[in-house]
């Protein structure tokens, strides 16, 4: 098949380096590199070795050199708090650069460690970049995790300072997030020497610490900084994301790469153009949400709408519709659960009438598999292409997709196309064979991963090996099953590892686990992702009570839910847990998860050959009719 895509991909795994040298030319650098790639220490690449850049500077300052200063940067839209705001490119960088200066008034230093938890807030853009402008490495944490969650990062990012906001918003609470933070530093072994909290008048904080600073007194103070050169290969940022532990891996990111990958997904994937509106309506606090609220469409020189609301509930289903025709919004990205909310509460889009939509493009989504139903629905009431493309934290930007920019090719429901540009993946079966059209096996990206990608794990390369290129020596492992069918378009079938994407949250069931274990009463226990029409999967949490404990099953799954919720956060959507006598096991005393599953979502299983005892199942069956599956 001749085809213009396919000649790009082609030349960008034939000629990776000039294919990159060339995406790089759009970016300014201080020094250009020494080296496209430094392949000198396999398995660790680095990309522009040598080139010093600032990521701060691209994403701001040349814009208003080059005259886009009076361009809308941001667009803060926020249902929750009655509020909207707007700042230009100017505008931004003025406050970045004063934040950047706070900052260095406070010590912070190239390569000192700022953890940012905050909000979908513009304030949150601003200390991001505050921090690439002079090498602090920003981590910024997910508001709706526990304080437990949180003191893990500090203990391994180990800040030098935390900018915090006062409090979160949900439709439905205020999310006070200093005690948050205070509980998390109290737990954690390191101590930050500053917390500079943003106060928000929903609910300011009380600041009686000494380390407490008020973020307008401290910037009130402050001189600008100017951009800082730094090393292409040092890191911008550190991102948690959920491994098979409830231990979070630090995803690292640099500037040079990164800047080069995003700014060509821009426009070749997403086909923008600088100076149009591009909206991801995810958190700052995913990898979405840096990717494609912050750095990405800001460096391309586009405006860039954040969302603090949902799909639905603040205070409608109209919430999305109201916000393109507002925002003259071209490009939209989502989870799929954002329209499974939307169809569910407006089925027939009633209240999409009367918006004026006619500047939008495109519907990206991701985060999870989507379903055709929900696609085909976007694509009726929408009349615009719904892509669904993959991607996850480690890889910053997506894996496979089809390339607007590129060339648009035929969507098939249920698959995200093609490989994009840069990445060469392959199914391999469990012997690290490729496998043939339509076999399902793992998911692999042949090493080198292309800029953008994590070049290790935070102070943890070892860690990086072993998670993800020791069972497929060359390979990077995406812990994605499924299968590439004869026209080379990928199907993202399941996960070969322990996570469950909850509404696009991606979490550890071996996480949730290690916390149900934890409570006094219990002897053993499992947790498992069952599907949920709105949400995707949902954790569901069974427990095998000690010997002699002599109280109401009901009364414990309560606390096991309240435990999750205290441990890990609102966010795990854990909520639903059961006692029962038995688990299901192998022989040899290895938990069936999957077998429980099947159960759990009505679907047909085999039972297993090595099953110890096939009686267990049936008790799991009525546990889990119990709580309403296994119909
Ligand atoms: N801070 C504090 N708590 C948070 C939070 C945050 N930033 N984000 C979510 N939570 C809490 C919610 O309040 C909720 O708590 P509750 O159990 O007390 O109600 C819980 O975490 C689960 O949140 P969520 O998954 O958002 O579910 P929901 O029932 O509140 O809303 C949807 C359902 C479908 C509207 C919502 O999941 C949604 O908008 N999904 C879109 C997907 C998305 O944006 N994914 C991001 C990756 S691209
Ligand atoms: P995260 O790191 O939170 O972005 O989650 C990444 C994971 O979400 C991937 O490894 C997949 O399991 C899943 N995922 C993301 N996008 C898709 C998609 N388009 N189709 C299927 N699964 C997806």
Known sequence: MASVFLDVYRRSLERPEDFWAEAAEDIDWFEKWDRVLDDSKP???????????????????RHVASGRGEQLALVWDSPVAATKATLTYRELQSEVAVLAGALRDLGVVLGDRVLVYMPNIPETA???????????????????????????????ARPKVVLAASCGLEPNRVVEYKPLLDGAIE???????????????????????????????????????????????DPLYILYTSGTTGIPKGVVRDNGG????????MKNVYGMAPGEVFWAASDVGWVVGHSYIVYAPLLYGCTSVMFEGKPVGTPDASAYWRVISEQRVRVLFTAPTAFRAIKRDDPTAQLKRGYDLSAFRTLFLAGERADPDTLEWAEDILGVPVIDHWWQTETGWPMAANCLGIESLPVKHGSPT??????????????????????????????????GTLPTLWNNDQGYVDTYLSRYPGFYETSDAGF?????????????????????????????????????????????????????????GLAVLKAGVDRKGEEIAGELVQLVRERIGPVASFKQAAVVKRLPKTRSGKVLRGTMRSIADSQEYRVPPTIDDPLVLDEIKEALQGLGYAS
Not at 191 to 207: D, G, K, M, N
Request: overall charge negative; aromatic content about 6%.
């Open 43 to 61: 398995p660790f690449f680095r990309w522009f070795a040598g080139g010093r850049v600032n990521t701060c500077y691209n994403a701001v300052d």
């Open 126 to 156: 601003i200390a991001m970049l505050a921090c690439a402008r002079i090498g602090a490495v920003h981590s910024v944490v997910f508001g709706g995790f526990a304080s437990s969650e949180l003191a893990a990062r500090i203990d391994d």
């Open 187 to 233: 737990i954690a072994e390191h101590t930050p020497e500053t917390c500079v909290v943003l106060q928000r008048p929903q609910c300011p904080a009380r600041l009686e610490l000494e380390r407490d600073v008020d973020w307008m007194d401290l910037v009130a103070g402050a001189s600008p900084a100017e951009c800082v050169p730094l090393a292409a290969t």
């Open 258 to 265: 990164h800047m080069v990958a995003l700014h060509w997904s």
């Open 418 to 451: 093609r490989a994009v540009p840069g990445y060469d993946v392959v199914v391999l079966d469990e012997h690290g064979r490729e496998v043939a059209p339509d076999e399902t096996g793992a998911i692999c990206v042949r090493l080198p991963l292309p800029p």
């Open 484 to 540: 590439c069918d004869e026209d080379g378009y990928l199907w993202i079938m399941s996960r070969t590892d322990d996570i469950i994407n909850v509404a696009g949250h991606r979490l550890s069931t071996g996480g949730m686990e290690e916390v149900l274990a934890s409570h006094p009463d219990v002897a053993e226990c499992a947790v498992i992702g069952v599907a949920d029409d709105l949400k995707g999967q949902v954790p569901l």
